[in-house]
């Protein structure tokens, strides 16, 4: 299975925009990006998934590099709220089905 | 209603008892899934059920047990389990088994003594 890397913890200060890196440079062409992030005491959360274009929703972006060996998961705009694990997934698009592999994560504080 | 329910929140067991996790959702999913997930460890997959039936067993060790009585349903069953099975039991849903979104419950914390 492809892997990720990414940092075990982050800070960021609150209502500035946090950028999360996730590196997969074994990434194969037919693997999704996947984010999910799990807050304190809850079951892990979807955030955003791609592919191979940047994809926009109402909680984050996500930026993928041309080469798509790394990605960026952004929070335009840090709250409280948003402490948490993020975890940065690489799912197969064949057969397999939606089998998640977690890797680490990262630990995102916010200060107030 | 867009939520995964888990119950029990906690529970505490023997090493001889024999108890049972239920999960449920009433979103119309078609696949369910269980995890397991060690303290300050990410989620590991155990199993998936897809149309009620079991597509993917993990090499989990058989004192757990699932079953998928019907499409809104899934339930682990425990018996004969070890300390080192106290964890996080967390249960998930998505519209298809091929569909990207998974939706989570909050998880059953078990303590195996």
């Known amino acids: 299975d492809a892997k990720t890397t990414q940092p075990n913890s982050m800070e960021s200060n609150e209502e500035e925009p946090v950028h999360l890196p996730c590196n997969h440079s074994?990434?194969?062409?037919?693997?999704?990006i996947h984010w999910y992030r799990q807050l304190p005491s809850q079951g892990p959360e979807y955030v955003i998934h791609?592919?191979?274009s940047n994809v926009n929703n109402r909680m984050a972006s996500l930026a993928i590099a041309e080469d798509r060996k790394s990605s960026t998961l952004i929070l335009h705009r840090a709250t409280l709220r948003d402490a948490a694990v993020y975890y940065c997934i690489l799912r197969a698009s064949n057969n397999a089905g939606n089998m998640l592999t977690f890797g680490g994560g990262t630990r995102l504080m916010v200060k107030p | 209603d867009t939520e995964v329910t888990q119950t029990p929140k906690h529970l505490v067991m023997g090493m001889t008892n024999k108890k049972s996790l239920k999960c449920e959702q009433h979103?119309?999913?078609?696949?369910m899934y269980w995890y397991k997930q060690k303290a300050k460890k990410p989620p590991e997959l155990m199993f998936v059920?897809?149309?009620?039936?079991?597509?993917i067993n993990e090499s989990v060790p058989s004192r757990f047990s699932p079953e998928c009585p019907n499409s809104s349903l899934l339930n682990l069953h425990l018996h004969a389990l070890q300390p080192e099975d106290s964890a996080l039991y967390l249960c998930a849903s998505s519209q298809e088994w091929a569909h990207h979104e998974q939706f989570f419950g909050p998880g059953t914390r078990l303590t195996v003594l």
């Open positions: 074994t990434i194969s062409g037919t693997d999704y």
């Open positions: 059920y897809s149309y009620e039936k079991l597509s």
């Open positions: 791609g592919l191979t």
């Open positions: 979103m119309g999913h078609r696949a």
